[in-house]
């Protein structure tokens, strides 16, 4: 595929810039000192209005590259003059739905020219290529792992989900179960029933994996859309497992990177 920009072969914590359809775009990557001759490679996505280094610094990833001697590569994204699902107004975001398109929507040909450059310049193991993402990134997280299946083994996402309603927005379901059964089980759940929202999950094979992490009172993505999430998975033959925060909000861990590679080291594509 096209693209220009290159990563560096040395250890350390650089901001590189790669162009794809005809715009520079920025992407933070991490290269831990101690890594194999084929390191695993794992994709972060930072939340609404934020970027690479977010994402890096507040999820705890030099700690888990680090120990785990995985490379990180932490795109940012890019500023939208309209909303969508997640978005009442223009902001800067990841572009999922309803453009998934893998040769026209910007964000996925960067992450696939990410893939291909990772792996020339630092020998990243195919086998071994992750997603994980935080609010509006665990939306783009979920979405990079569905369409690109064949390539990515697992995603990770916090405070993210599967929405079945017109925007993220319509559901302020809050609770405070320790589990998914235990919330569905409380007053306020929403009846929502559109459109799989930022993806449709697909069926059969490749399989699925999906680490998700949710507060139980977070105010702007509900607890709900995971457990939709899960419920999904579940029906269709995919992999997942939730951890559940009672009492939290919109927080993202910052052990979440690390919660995520447990959930990601023995998994394979």
């Given at each position: ?34 890594r ?58 990841w ?61 990770a ?56 992490a ?6 702007m ?49």
């Amino acid at each position: 595929m096209a693209y220009s920009g290159s990563f560096p072969t040395t250890a350390g914590r650089f901001t590189v810039t790669m162009t794809v359809l005809g715009e520079a775009r920025s992407v933070l990557v991490y290269v831990p000192r101690t890594r194999s001759a084929n390191p695993p490679l794992v994709l972060a996505f930072h939340g609404t209005n934020g970027d690479g280094d977010v994402i890096f610094d507040d999820s705890g990833a030099r700690a888990m590259a680090d120990a785990a001697g995985v490379v990180i590569a932490a795109p940012t994204s890019r500023w939208f003059g309209r909303g969508d699902f997640d978005h009442a107004d223009a902001d800067t975001y990841w572009e999922t739905a309803p453009n998934l398109d893998l040769e026209r929507n910007q964000d996925l040909v960067l992450v696939r020219a990410i893939l291909v450059e990772a792996r020339r310049a630092l020998r990243t193991d195919p086998a071994r290529v992750y997603a994980l993402g935080h609010s509006n990134g665990g939306f783009f997280a979920l979405t990079v792992g569905a369409l690109l299946r064949d390539r990515v083994a697992a995603v990770a996402t916090s405070s993210a989900g599967l929405v079945r309603c017109a925007r993220t927005a319509s559901c302020a379901f809050q609770g405070s179960g320790g589990t998914c059964a235990a919330l569905r089980g409380a007053g306020g759940w929403c009846a929502c029933a559109g459109p799989e929202l930022p993806v449709p999950i697909p069926s059969g094979e490749p399989r699925l994996a999906v680490y998700m992490a949710h507060g139980t009172e977070d105010p702007m993505v509900s607890v709900q859309y995971s457990c939709a999430l899960e419920e999904r998975l579940a029906a269709l033959g995919h992999a997942s497992s939730v951890v559940l925060r009672p009492g939290d909000g919109h927080t993202l861990p910052s052990t979440f990177a690390q919660d995520a590679w447990a959930f990601f080291a023995p998994r394979r594509r």
